[in-house]
């Protein structure tokens, strides 16, 4: 088992729609939570933390996390053609100070 | 306020050549680590520093790698005799005290 999977994709939404990125994790232990986009030949950029269970909103971007269920997501409203990328989902044993475990990534393409 | 820094971009390696990538943390960061990206596959952890510490070397090849953070100067990633098998995106990220980490544009090495 994976530690950190995610929907391999690739996901395509049309532009302002909501796009839906899934990611369960394997070490109930897990403390912090994270999102980077990366577009093509580009590094991974931090978008969203997330920490305690529920919600947290950032502009467009909503992060969920269900710690019971193991289970991390991210959904993008009003989706953009600019938002197309692959979204990596990390997840880190503690809260500061020690390595991030990436999943694959999922694609997600906007659509004009 | 500069961000990570990784130089060179871009780096081509004859087999059997050693190849140094420089990672220059953000300011404020004590935290560096490095991470690899082989094509079209996820971002696999390979060590974290602290100043003149290896605090976790559990992703890191056992032979030809290696890894320091000295008291002044960059983080440096250092691959022995290089192999085809070595081609891939080295990217390096740093954080301050906290579980988020940023990263750099990233060292593309291509063997050759």
């Known amino acids: 088992q994976k530690e950190v999977e995610q929907n391999s994709g690739p996901l395509s939404v049309p532009e302002g729609a909501i796009a839906s990125l899934n990611c369960t994790y394997s070490?109930?232990?897990?403390?912090?939570f994270f999102w980077y986009r990366q577009y093509s030949g580009k590094s991974p950029e931090l978008i969203m933390s997330?920490?305690?269970?529920g919600d947290k909103e950032d502009g467009r971007f909503t992060a969920q996390l269900n710690k019971a269920s193991q289970y991390v997501s991210l959904l993008i409203r009003d989706s953009q053609p600019s938002d197309s990328a692959t979204y990596l989902c990390?997840?880190?044993?503690?809260?500061?100070?020690?390595?991030?475990?990436f999943g694959e990534g999922t694609q997600l393409t906007v659509n004009p | 306020n500069a961000g990570v820094m990784q130089n060179p971009r871009h780096l081509v390696r004859r087999r059997g050549q050693e190849a140094r990538l420089r990672c220059s943390p953000m300011?404020?960061?004590?935290?560096v680590y490095w991470y690899r990206q082989l094509p079209e596959e996820g971002l696999k952890f390979m060590v974290y520093?602290?100043?003149?510490?290896?605090?976790?070397e559990s992703g890191m090849p056992k032979e030809r790698f290696s890894a320091e953070f000295p008291k002044e100067g960059p983080s440096i990633l250092r691959i022995q005799q290089v192999v085809r098998g070595d081609s891939a995106a080295y990217f390096c990220?740093?954080?301050?005290?906290?579980?988020?980490?940023?990263f750099g544009q990233g060292t593309r090495l291509t063997v050759v």
């Open positions: 990390a997840v880190n044993k503690e809260t500061s100070g020690s390595r991030l475990t």
């Open positions: 990220a740093s954080s301050p005290q906290g579980a988020e980490a940023f």
């Open positions: 300011k404020g960061h004590s935290h």
């Open positions: 997330i920490y305690s269970n």
């Open positions: 070490d109930r232990g897990s403390q912090s």
């Open positions: 520093l602290q100043k003149e510490n290896i605090i976790d």
